[in-house]
């Protein structure tokens, strides 16, 4: 006999739709017959036993869906067979068929489980009916089961989805308490369910929009009125930490019979008078990572990343508004643009990284002198603007600059070094400078450029002068540009004369702009203009190439003791290939470097010394000839000058006009003569216009002269002319 127990049935699957397996179990084998054959049909298995043993090991192996069974078997009862049934779980629909017409068989059977029980002899339509009932049934309760089970599974997947939503999803009641949240609230605000389930929305929302929050969380509208992307802050669990920024979306809730009505409801009747109202949902999303961003954007349109001053945007701004505030009540502002003296040199000997920090602190010296009205701002590089409304005079806006210039003369310590900076500034006054904010950072722009030429350091004040000066320079700009690629410009050469012998050694070049409307211009005019727009290479170049060229011409004309020499601007000085370019010039008029003379001001030295003495040692292998002009007269350093391998210095013609009548002993004549013959140096005077000047230089010791007392500057042919006649009879 089969034993039933735990594990012993095999797996019980879902029904399959359309087929069923029917286990048919009666001792008379006519019997069984008869019923197969008034119960088959397509889709179902019949199996037949003629004895309870049988029947169980059938149960046992395979999966059964419908028992017929007879309850006298040979071996055991029907009752037998479904005790061992219900002891083991199997869940088998059972038919009991058998000729016992007892009532407690009957009885006894229902109890055990059995679906129904029909007597023999049966009704084979009833017997055909009863079978198909119960198999029927059968059906509908596994598809249940299945339909429950793929509603739980449903519903197990949108709890997930809700709780792993990145938005916080929730329900309130008709007075706003939470009867529903999900896991976000948690791991975004830290609180859980059980904190906030009956509590009131307000217990999350930032005292601040409490107000607004009344309006979405309150919402009872439903559809395209309600309420979308409402913009608040939520606060964290115990107020720690920055508050979120969400946007909240909701819609009331209403029982089942007011959703019939709700659509012809809504146009007719106030969200106050609906019935049916049983709550609001909604979804807030988190958006403080994208408010951060704008609220970065925002900072990065407006203000320096750097020094955390306004930028050039905000400033104009504040300054518009200045300017209306100032017309309405008929005050005065102040326009002041700060440009930094020495920041080139700063940053390219320390680098950028400190560079910057000196920024910082001089933005923090000049915020420091501010009143609460004032606004400082930074445009970029070195450069700073400063707006003082409500002036009570424009001196008042003088001496604020005064003070930002005290301010930037102490010493500045960038990570244990002491650096030093000036300032150049320059001061516009609203309404007698512009009328706009345009004018007024133009005009102040212009006054901070004359200090600037005048020699930094200072405060400058706009004058009109500035104004056509400023067209001017526009304009000579772009007729400069264009005289360059068309090659209108020449050099003229002034001859530098040694008395003592009474011949020419050397012949400068210089520059001349014949303007077809301005005449001749002076290089004062123009070479300033090409060294802040960049045209002083192309400038240099053409000066360079003319001077080599007409020094060829000359040395095959037989004045082999002369040589050329050439102006250099600071900024060509700071070109990495400025010694590739001289080296190219002498070879492409093959002359010999010992006939070029550079002239360097001591401005060179000013940006960058060891950089510039390594270019002047370069040169110098070459053969090229140094000499520094308009000494004494800039930044003079006899260290430097010591480390500095020059062959000649020029004494300025400032110094030689102080040789006059009355006194012709100039102490710093006689000091810079003095310092070339202890370094060995030559020497040459310039703007000798006077006899006095040459004899009183000649009783000092210098030789070497140049200036309008011997000759101008000459154009190329009349130079040649001049070197000629100087040959045939050289100066007594």
Same mark, same amino acid.
């Given at each position: ?8 049935? $095999? ?15 009666? #001792? ?8 197969m054959?008034?119960?088959?049909? $397509? ?34 009862? !029907? ?13 088998v ?15 006894s =059977? ?21 079978v ?27 709890r ?12 309130? #009641? ?9 896991? +976000?609230?948690n +791991? ?25 929050a ?5 919402e +009872? ?59 609001? &949902? ?10 951060? =961003?704008?609220?970065?954007?925002? &900072?990065?349109?407006?203000y320096?990343?750097l020094?955390?001053l ?6 104009? #701004? ?26 080139k040199l700063?940053?390219?000997? &320390? ?65 244990? #070094? ?22 007024l ?58 008395v ?11 520059? *001349? ?18 060294e ?19 020094? !060829? ?16 601007? $600071? ?54 000839r ?16 010591? *480390? ?22 100039? $102490? ?16 040459? =005077? ?38 000629? *006649? ?7």
């Open positions: 006999m089969t034993e039933f127990g735990p594990g012993l049935y $095999p797996p019980q699957p879902l029904v399959e739709r359309d087929r069923v397996r029917i286990l048919l179990v009666d #001792d008379e084998e006519r019997i069984r017959d008869a019923v054959e008034l119960i088959a049909r $397509p889709g179902r298995e019949i199996l037949t036993c003629g004895n309870g043993n049988d029947a169980l090991r059938v149960l046992a192996t395979q999966h059964v869906d419908l028992a017929l069974l007879d309850i006298r078997l040979p071996d055991m009862t !029907g009752l037998d067979i479904m005790e061992r049934m219900r002891g083991s779980g199997l869940s629909r059972v038919i009991v068929v058998s000729a016992d017409d007892q009532v407690d068989s009957a009885i =059977a229902l109890r055990y489980g059995a679906y129904e029980y029909v007597r023999k002899p049966f009704e084979p339509a009833a017997l055909r009916r009863t198909d009932n119960a198999l029927e049934q059968l059906r509908l309760q596994r598809e249940n089961v299945g339909i429950r089970s793929r509603l739980e599974q449903s519903e197990r997947l949108h997930y989805l809700i709780d792993q939503s990145p938005d916080l999803i929730y329900t309130l #009641d008709q007075g706003g308490r939470f009867t529903f949240v999900n896991e +976000r609230f +791991r975004l605000l830290g609180f859980t369910r059980e904190e906030l389930i009956g509590h009131h929305y307000s217990a999350i929302v930032h005292r601040d929009d409490v107000k607004r009344e309006f979405a969380f309150n +009872r509208r439903t559809g395209q009125r309600a309420s979308s992307n409402v913009e608040m802050r939520v606060r964290r669990r115990g107020g720690d930490g920055t508050p979120c920024t969400i946007v909240l979306s909701a819609v009331g809730l209403y029982a089942p019979e007011r959703r019939q009505t709700e659509e012809a409801d809504d146009a007719e009747k106030p969200s106050e008078q609906r019935t049916g109202f049983i709550g609001t &949902y909604g979804v807030g999303r988190d958006i403080s990572d994208r408010k951060r =961003a704008e609220e970065l954007v925002s &900072y990065h349109a407006y320096d990343v020094t955390g306004p930028n050039r945007t905000l400033f104009r #701004d504040r300054l518009r508004q200045a300017i209306a505030q100032a017309r309405r009540h008929r005050t005065r502002l102040a326009v002041m643009f700060i440009d930094l003296d020495r920041f700063i940053n390219d000997t &320390y680098g950028h990284v400190r560079g910057d920090l000196f920024l910082q602190q001089v933005a923090g010296r000049l915020r420091r002198q501010l009143r609460n009205s004032d606004t400082l701002c930074r445009l970029g590089g070195d450069e700073f603007t400063v707006l003082v409304p409500d002036l009570r005079s424009p001196d008042d806006a003088a001496q604020k600059a005064q003070q930002f210039l005290d301010a930037l003369r102490r010493p500045f310590v960038v990570e244990n #070094d002491e650096l030093s900076a000036t300032a150049s500034i320059g001061l516009s006054v609203f309404p007698d400078h512009g009328a706009n904010e345009d004018e950072i133009r005009n102040a722009d212009l006054a901070m450029y004359q200090v600037k030429r005048r020699g930094k350091d200072n405060v400058g004040v706009f004058e009109k002068e500035m104004s056509s000066l400023y067209s001017e320079k526009i304009n000579l700009e772009g007729e400069l540009r264009r005289a360059l690629q068309r090659q209108e410009l020449q050099v003229h050469y002034q001859p530098i004369h040694e003592s012998k009474g011949v020419v050694e050397c012949v400068e070049a210089l520059v *001349r702009w014949n303007h077809p409307k301005l005449g001749q211009l002076d290089p004062a005019r123009f070479v300033y203009i090409a802040e727009t960049g045209l002083i290479s192309a400038l240099s170049d053409r000066v360079l190439d003319c001077a080599c060229a007409q020094l !060829g011409r000359w040395r095959e004309d037989g004045f082999a003791g002369v040589h050329v020499a050439v102006n250099v601007s $600071p900024r060509d000085f700071e070109r990495t290939d400025f010694t590739e370019r001289v080296a190219q010039a002498l070879a492409r008029h093959r002359v010999p470097a010992d006939g070029l003379e550079l002239e360097i001001t001591e401005n060179v030295l000013i940006e960058d010394v060891d950089a510039a003495i390594d270019k002047i040692r370069q040169l110098r292998k070459q053969g090229v140094i000499s520094i002009d308009d000494f004494g007269t800039r930044y003079s350093s006899l260290g430097y000058l010591q *480390r500095l391998p020059v062959n000649t210095i020029k004494i300025d013609q400032v110094f030689t006009r102080e040789l006059d009548e009355g006194d012709t002993h100039s $102490p710093i004549v006689h000091a810079i003569i003095g310092i070339a013959r202890g370094l060995g140096l030559h020497l040459v =005077a310039e703007g000798v216009e006077r006899p006095v000047h040459r004899d009183a230089l000649r009783r000092l010791g210098c030789h070497s002269m140049q200036g309008f007392l011997f000759s101008p500057a000459l154009a190329p042919e009349e130079a040649t002319g001049y070197l000629r *006649r100087m040959r045939a009879a050289p100066l007594a």
